[in-house]
């Protein structure tokens, strides 16, 4: 009942219009980078981190959210009429989605893929709305010891889960630390890893980190790359589905948006798992097994729910811990400290109208992109003309013009392309981003946790998991290192049970 | 053969990775060693973590090159407009380094006007885009109307340069 | 010794195309159809799709006329890489389509009609849409 009176007051909030033309410019620009090639929600938060220098906080929180979801939404579009996915939450719609399209059922794949994700976004950040202070009357008592174990966890699972390899996630990890470390320390006054250089002694602007790995890194790395046949587009009217595709629909969705939530609060590497898991869970439950393959609708619904309730889900942990679980959060979480908040559980007693018009303006969000979406599709497939040369280009020069006007320093500059230098080589040698992203601006905090729990317990190591809640987050964390591999283990072991021809050369093997 | 010969190239690279991962944390314990603790605050002294880290790279360095000697290969990051069936373009790359370059060493002499303009145009170019009318007309506007925007929207003032007192 | 014909999937790219068998038939020469894209946007509703590159390969084999396909990514204008297989296959006649275009386009895009009606050597035949 209490956290529905907030929510009425942020609603009060978001109705503000200033603020409602910034939710409306978030949901427009998330769309359009969704369906662009090569931009992600990530990329267009961190380059325009530079509006947080003169925008009030409620206003660019609102704006960023509004991009978050539009992304999610863009995404879909692609996908569905090109088969190539515009964000990788959006991998699997495209397995369906473009299967439909093909056999003339675009307009039903972008219907239920925008009508599942306005009732995903909806009900996830119903939930949202419903758990954050639930989750902030159990943080609230979290002390040093607690925090310090959740970020382990984040960093843990952030480099175990996401990506093929592990020892390359870690690196990935140790370089975010690395560069999170470069400047004072706040309790020596000691310079770190600065080199003598002034510039650094404040640390590396978190416009030039999060700009140069995810715009000028990525950037490169396409312009290195670039693909050069036009994609074949399939042509489609307005977003539109029967009464026969709302049958099949419903459950999905709901399915997808149970799914998604609570795989988005937990630093599992976003929206790829959760999408996938929807994906197969539909694929098992269907009555129509034999369209799976060749344009099942539950294939495009569940996963596009799923993908926005991740979304809203990811939120969580983030307004409530100060925990990232994505990139797009990660960077989200840089911009709160750009401001000077640090999100945690006190941010809903210290800025409740910021949290609070932020849910609510989710909720407006989403009913300005469910009427932008239904109709507009195919407004959105043109911006795919555009030439690649505009879209790289402007990139660089958004990411310029932000890295510099952060410090008004050309030094900042040459920081961003060494910056891209290292976003291009670990995109090259598959080193994943999102563990350095989250290692840079999780890193300094987590010390600050370590220190003060050190601090409280008079230096015994012991000090780190005397509380229940810590132990309950180290056990997890043993869980999330063992468990994959041994599981992996017992499958290998099943499998070469299973193949005679294996156990036949054991046999052979062991004589 | 040229796939055997592209991934041993592919390997030797992928050592200088360790390589680098090594190289940053020495850095980091050298660095570390020479802070000066101090006790009064507590346990933990702005050592302890520079050197976890320093830790955690040099291990890593060293399981990243044990998992290369084994043949593991680190997975080019694939996405919807990159097509990793021909190498690195480096000449395209080069290109846009250069008006990258172009604009740092440009900003503060000549002003973001005409810097970003230059940005612009070199990137285009460098991206294959040779409608050369357009392009210049396209960076000249954006330039300008990003100046102002940052002027006037965001109160933040960048260089003018060259065209001090006309903007 | 050749006709070459610009296909573009639009109106005047038909007319075109149209005009081109007639010729073709006309001279009994062989018909060259050329469909480029510089490739630098995903989407370029200038390059035709596979089904509407094999719907003309069907239309010209109806016509009974012999032909060829050539359809290039290479970053370069369409005008350009017309012209440049002209000059390969000593053209005996270029079909375009044409377009209505405002001075200003014509500044900022540039035409690519205009470039091969004052660079080829060898005669032009320029097309209009059907209104």
């Known amino acids: ?511 | 053969m040229s796939t055997s010969s592209t991934s041993v190239k592919q390997g030797r690279s992928e050592l200088g990775v360790a390589l680098l991962l090594l190289v940053l944390g020495g850095w980091a314990v050298i660095d570390a060693l020479r802070l000066q603790e101090l006790a009064i605050r507590g346990p933990i002294g702005p050592k302890t973590v520079p050197l976890v880290v320093g830790g955690l790279l040099v291990l890593t360095a060293v399981l990243l090159a044990i998992d290369v000697l084994r043949g593991g290969r680190g997975e080019q990051e694939a996405g919807e407009d990159v097509d990793l069936g021909h190498g690195s373009d480096f000449k395209t790359l080069g290109l846009l380094v250069a008006a990258f370059v172009a604009n740092a060493l440009l900003i503060e002499r000549l002003g973001w006007p005409v810097s970003g303009a230059v940005l612009f145009f070199g990137t285009t170019y460098a991206l294959g885009s040779r409608h050369f009318i357009r392009n210049a007309i396209i960076s000249i506007v954006l330039s300008v109307s990003t100046w102002y925007l940052f002027y006037l929207g965001l109160d933040i003032k960048l260089p003018a340069g060259i065209l001090k007192g006309i903007l | 010794m050749a006709i070459i014909v610009g296909y573009v999937p639009t109106p005047e790219g038909m007319a075109a195309l149209d005009s081109a068998i007639e010729e073709a038939q006309h001279r009994h020469q062989r018909l060259v159809v050329v469909n480029s894209s510089r490739g630098e946007s995903l989407v370029d509703p200038r390059f035709a799709t596979g089904a509407e590159w094999h719907s003309v390969d069907q239309r010209l084999a109806d016509a009974g006329v012999d032909h060829e396909l050539v359809q290039l990514v290479e970053g370069k204008d369409a005008a350009e890489q017309i012209l440049a297989l002209a000059n390969d296959l000593n053209a005996e006649l270029i079909v375009i389509g044409l377009r209505r275009r405002t001075p200003v386009g014509k500044l900022i895009m540039g035409s690519q009609a205009q470039t091969i009606l004052l660079q080829a050597e060898c005669p032009v035949l320029a097309v209009k849409g059907k209104a």
């Not at chain 1, 009217?237 to 799914?259: N, Q």
């Not at chain 1, 810590?470 to 193949?499: D, F």
């Open chain 1, 1 to 511: 009942m209490d956290a529905l009176s907030e929510l009425m007051n942020g609603f009060a909030t978001a109705a503000h219009p200033t603020n409602l033309l910034y939710a409306f410019l978030g949901v427009l620009l998330g769309t359009a980078i969704g369906v662009l090639p090569g931009i992600g929600p990530a990329m267009t938060i961190a380059l325009l981190l530079p509006l947080t220098y003169s925008l009030e906080p409620t206003q660019a929180f609102i704006m960023f959210a509004g991009i978050y979801y539009g992304g999610m939404y863009g995404g879909s579009t692609t996908s569905i009429l090109l088969n190539t996915p515009g964000e990788s939450a959006s991998v699997v719609t495209a397995i369906e989605g473009n299967q439909m399209a093909k056999r003339g059922r675009a307009a039903a794949a972008l219907a239920t893929a925008a009508i599942g994700s306005f009732i995903a976004g909806t009900i996830g950040t119903l939930c949202l709305a419903l758990v954050a202070p639930q989750i902030v009357k159990l943080a609230i008592k979290m002390g040093a010891p607690d925090y310090f174990a959740v970020m382990v966890l984040a960093f843990i699972a952030v480099t175990t889960v996401l990506g093929a390899s592990k020892v390359r996630g870690l690196a990935a990890l140790a370089i975010g630390l690395l560069i999170g470390l470069i400047g004072i320390d706040p309790t020596s006054g000691q310079q770190r890893l600065t080199l003598g250089i002034p510039e650094l002694a404040d640390g590396i602007d978190v416009v030039v980190v999060a700009v140069g790995l995810f715009a000028v890194g990525e950037a490169l790395w396409i312009a290195a790359h670039l693909r050069r046949t036009p994609a074949d587009i399939i042509s489609v009217g307005a977003a539109r589905m029967t009464r026969e595709d709302w049958r099949r629909s419903w459950k999905p969705w709901l399915r997808g948006t149970a799914i998604g939530f609570p795989f988005g609060a937990v630093p599992a590497g976003g929206a790829e798992i959760p999408t996938f898991l929807s994906y197969v869970t539909e694929k098992k439950l269907t009555k129509h097994p034999e369209e799976f393959g060749k344009g099942a609708i539950e294939g495009v619904a569940g996963p596009e729910a799923t993908n926005n309730a991740s979304a809203a889900g990811g939120l969580v942990p983030l307004l409530t811990l100060g925990i990232p679980t994505t990139a797009t959060a990660a960077v989200m979480l840089g911009a709160f400290q750009g401001y000077g908040i640090q999100p945690g559980p006190r941010l809903l007693q210290t800025q409740p109208e910021l949290v609070w018009g932020l849910v609510a303006s989710l909720f407006i969000g989403n009913v300005i992109l469910l009427a932008l979406n239904l109709p507009l599709a195919p407004m959105w497939a043109k911006l795919l003309r555009i030439p690649r040369p505009y879209l790289y280009a402007g990139i660089l020069f958004f990411a310029s013009i932000g890295a510099y006007a952060a410090n008004l320093s050309t030094f900042d500059l040459w920081l961003l392309l060494l910056l891209g230098a290292l976003g291009f080589g670990m995109r090259r040698y598959g080193l994943p981003v999102v563990p350095a992203i989250i290692g840079i601006i999780l890193g300094p905090t987590a010390e600050e946790q370590l220190r003060r729990a050190l601090q409280i317990s008079d230096g015994a190591v012991s000090g780190l998991y005397n509380t229940w809640f810590s132990k309950v987050v180290y056990a997890v964390i043993v869980l999330v290192l063992v468990v994959p591999p041994i599981v992996g283990r017992i499958r290998e072991r099943r499998a070469s049970r299973e193949t005679p021809e294996l156990q036949h050369s054991d046999r052979t093997g062991g004589q």
